[in-house]
């Protein structure tokens, strides 16, 4: 019997990718954050977006945190999953594309096509970390809690070096990197050795420094910090663990939570990709321009959510219709080429 995911766990990744489409509404699409806090025309506009981006630019850290947190495993199966996945946006997405702008593109379908190497940072990093889990993953399992003064150096590295002294040769990338990842995969795979001592604290204390956490940030723009929002700031990935931990704290079965969650990821690269995104950014931008900001505030709450059903309804059907195709080519190319579902 397979075991079931803990439906808190599982909440706290919808939140997840529900922050991930409000920190693109806010800042991204929306043309992106002022590059400084002009605290001599201050505005709603400006202090919403300020807040906004400070408490849920933690999106992505939250993400890895879950997988770093129960462990990745690299599977064929898991590697097939997201291929088909991403094939399944990809290639429809690109002749949508096609078929709006009435012209075709070979080379941009071949890209489309060619998924795992296409443009998407995210994609890339998740991947790699995939495959370097059996490394990370036996470091952790050999060494145990020792491992606690290498993490926090590790940690203390990529504060220093990049966001302190803006070193860019180490490669961070302000957390859009695989360094990155693997940094707060590991910070997860430690939270989990020591998950007995830290669930002692009242989980109020961790909401506390998620709030706390925010605050900070959203200072640290006023105060024209350039490395604010990124996700490699040492206040974004404390604020992330402190908004994570909470959710350990009670545990229980919803297949309704487990269902929805299981199609977060499509949710995430469906909204950002063409066309999606382009009328995305032309909705939000309608409000933004048109209305007041305190409206545009609830239509973004509403945009926000409609982003997230289509893409979970999107996904279901592909799952209902295609599954028994995709699981009968996967058992075959399996059979012949790999013989297990393990890669190491």
């Not at 409000?22 to 992106?32: F, S």
Request: aromatic residues 18%; charged residues 15%; contains cysteine.
């Amino acid at each position: 019997m397979n075991k079931q995911r803990n439906s808190s766990v599982e909440l706290y990744r919808i939140l997840a990718t529900f922050l991930v489409i409000i920190v693109h509404l806010n800042g991204w699409l929306a043309g992106g954050m002022p590059e400084s806090f002009d605290i001599t025309h201050v505005s709603l506009k400006l202090v919403g977006q300020n807040l906004i981006e400070s408490y849920s630019s933690v999106c992505v850290n939250c993400f890895l945190i879950i997988s770093g947190y129960y462990g990745l495993k690299l599977k064929m199966r898991s590697i097939w999953n997201i291929y088909v996945l991403l094939i399944c946006i990809y290639i429809p997405f690109c002749i949508l594309n096609f078929v709006l702008i009435d012209s075709f593109s070979l080379k941009e379908f071949i890209s489309a096509s060619l998924v795992f190497s296409k443009e998407s940072y995210f994609v890339q990093c998740y991947l790699m970390l995939m495959f370097l889990s059996p490394i990370l993953n036996t470091f952790i399992d050999t060494y145990g809690r020792r491992v606690l003064k290498y993490i926090i150096l590790f940690f203390l590295i990529e504060c220093y070096f990049h966001c302190i002294r803006g070193n860019e040769s180490l490669g961070f990338n302000h957390g859009y990197s695989v360094l990155h990842f693997v940094l707060i995969y590991l910070m997860a795979r430690l939270l989990y050795l020591y998950r007995s001592e830290v669930m002692t604290v009242n989980s109020w204390y961790w909401i506390l420094g998620y709030i706390a956490g925010g605050l900070l940030i959203s200072l640290m723009y006023i105060s024209h910090i350039k490395w604010a929002f990124d996700y490699s700031n040492p206040i974004n990935i404390l604020s992330s663990f402190c908004l994570f931990i909470p959710f350990l704290y009670k545990k229980y079965v919803s297949y309704k939570i487990n269902w929805i969650a299981s199609s977060t990821f499509a949710v995430y690269i469906m909204h950002t990709y063409s066309p999606f995104v382009e009328a995305l950014r032309e909705i939000d931008n309608y409000f933004l321009n048109e209305y007041s900001y305190s409206f545009y505030l609830m239509m973004m709450v509403v945009i926000a959510i409609l982003v997230f059903v289509i893409c979970i309804i999107y996904d279901k059907i592909r799952i209902r219709i295609l599954s028994p195709i995709t699981d009968y080519i996967y058992e075959k190319l399996n059979n012949k080429f790999f013989k297990s579902n393990t890669l190491f």
